[in-house]
């Protein structure tokens, strides 16, 4: 087994079930008493308002971070590691795993902003990472102590970004890479990643459920350390997400931040971050967070409304938003906490509502992947329903590339999603549409077609 560091460090693990607090977790990262999750604290941090113990105020802390953005230094080249002050922080000589992660886009979508009817919506996009989705800013720091901890093989069970993510950090690291996926039920492009990086890729006849269940296995047994979002340090990392998003918005809280609930570890890590930014005073009021699912996969939606959030219902998941084809979160407790420290709620979405949002958020110029896009679908209900209020800001986080899932939106934009079901229940996808046209290469067929399209357009805007 790797030698345990003999730094002293700044943190410390803690079960967010019994509270027991421990300096080294274990290999599972499980709680040794109890057996449930654990959360990195930092008992150095007096959560008083406006200081934190580390000596520096809330103001000092903001004024650091942007003066490293001049710096050409490898860590403040890093969107994760410029907020260093608020990570666990690694030994004397041990430098990070990074991939310039982070530093991501805050895109205002003011065509979106009018089909959902706010004011003010913005797309905080993750997809914008070096391999295309938010688990780079968590698995810099993973990765980073993996690496310091000396273990020559880490590993995943994933959906797809995970492992992509995974596979590259391990890479620039020199560490090998263990891969579980489930079978014919990730997209290719993000397989295709995991394969080039180099990882060793295993597809399972199983779902992300089964590959995840033995991969706890795994690590009880061989020297490998698990890279997925059960692993404290990939949370911590993530939580950069909400220090970059309030420093763009100049530290004035948006009234919501909506994101997409999968296994529920990225949810976890921004309310985790939100709050811990509250305690230190970068904050004066918490945006409420809420977590849409898809609802062939909506386990944390079942879980607050059919057992008020005390016990897991889990679902067997099935939706094209592959991504989030998860039927029992591990991180649903924290989902749970963070939704109510914040005031967030949970909603779900059909396939066709997110076939629809994800083309609305292509068509603004942006894109994203299918995971991605429940949040505007989520958006559009919550304003029906009131709880986004129609004077209210509004972020929707975007977590994947759009070049993450091609099959899927060439299946959509070809007629090819939704065969079958009725054409009134899917009319609203048709005028999103925009099919390849296959043409002779003539000067006429290409102009017939630009006048066709020019008309078609006007007399949509006609009505
Ligand atoms: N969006 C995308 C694009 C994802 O890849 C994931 C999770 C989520 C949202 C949900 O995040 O699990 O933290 O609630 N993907 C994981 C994977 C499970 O293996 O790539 P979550």
Known sequence: MPPEPTVKANFRFRCIACGDLRDHASQNFRCAHCGDLLEIVYPNWQAQA??????????????TWKQRRLSSATADLSGVWRFRDMLPTLGEGHDAVTLREGNTPLYEMPACAGIAGVPRLFAKHQGMNPTGSFKDTGMTVAASFAHQAGYRWVACASTGNTSA????????????????????????SKLSQALDY????????????????????IVQQAPVYQLNSINPFRLEGQKTLALELLEQFDWQSPDHIIMPGGNLG??????????????????????????????????????LREAGGKRLISVQAETRATAIRIGNPASWKKAVHVLEATGGVCEQVSEIEIAQAKAE????????????AVTFAGLKKLVKQGF???EETVVLVLTGNLLKDPDYTMDFHRGEMFKGIPLQETAALGPLRRAPIVLDATLGAVIQTLERA??????????
């Open 50 to 63: 406006g200081t934190c113990g580390a000596g520096l105020d809330a103001s000092d802390l903001k004024l």
């Open 361 to 372: 958020i292509g068509a603004e110029g942006i894109g994203c992947e299918p995971a991605s």
């Open 165 to 188: 993510s995974m596979a590259a950090y391990a890479a620039r690291a020199g560490m090998r890479s263990l891969v579980l996926v489930p079978e014919g039920k990730i997209s290719w």
């Open 454 to 463: 020019e008309k078609a357009e006007v007399d949509g805007q006609r009505g």
């Open 198 to 217: 180099g990882a060793v890729t295993c597809q399972l006849r199983t779902d992300f459920d089964g590959c995840l269940r033995l991969l706890q296995e």
């Open 388 to 390: 986004v209020k129609a």
């Open 266 to 303: 990225n949810s976890s890590a921004i309310g985790k971050a939100l709050l811990e930014m509250r305690d230190l005073g970068l904050i004066s009021r918490l945006p409420k967070l809420s977590i849409i699912q898809a609802e062939g996969a909506n386990a944390l939606l079942r879980t």
